[in-house]
């Protein structure tokens, strides 16, 4: 809780800001206890993230997603800010999976995805070059842009 990432430059980064608790890299990764999108219930071993906060960040030629946020239907993601964050798009970006789980279809220039997150802020965020819709949300509770 209360991770922040501050002053950073990217270049070049597939996906820039990945949340992922469906990530699949240990043996049991793949599993329906890891993968299922189905709520589970809440035991010791359910991961929690509370707030994650990224200011002051520059990402340039991106090209599978600008955000991807999957939290836990059972476990939602407490908070994300993002304060004066820009992200733009390689001209000729390529097509891959944004996030390391199951049922994640390929993309490319995915502007910002976001599933099971209570809360998220953006102050000064800016996405150029971006293809289709610009937030793309499955049950967050709510969102707040100024």
């Known amino acids: 809780d209360g991770l922040v990432f501050r002053n950073v430059e990217m270049r070049h980064v597939l996906t820039p800001f990945v949340i992922n608790m469906f990530y699949f890299c240990d043996p049991d990764g793949k599993s329906d206890y890891v993968q299922s999108h189905d709520p589970l219930p809440l035991d010791d071993a359910t991961p929690r993230l509370g707030s994650l906060t990224m200011e002051n960040i520059t990402a ?9 946020f999957s939290g836990l239907p059972e476990q939602p993601v407490e908070k994300v800010e993002m304060n004066n964050v820009s992200i733009s798009f390689a001209e000729n970006a390529g ?3 944004a996030a390391m789980m199951c049922g994640a279809a390929e993309c490319s220039k995915l502007a910002i995805w976001a599933e099971n997150v209570k809360e998220i802020h953006f102050h000064n965020v800016k996405l150029e070059g971006y293809a289709g819709e610009r937030l793309n949300f499955i049950n967050v509770g709510s969102f707040k842009e100024d």
């Open 95 to 97: 097509a891959g999976h």
């Open 60 to 68: 340039t030629d991106a090209e599978y997603a600008g955000c991807w």
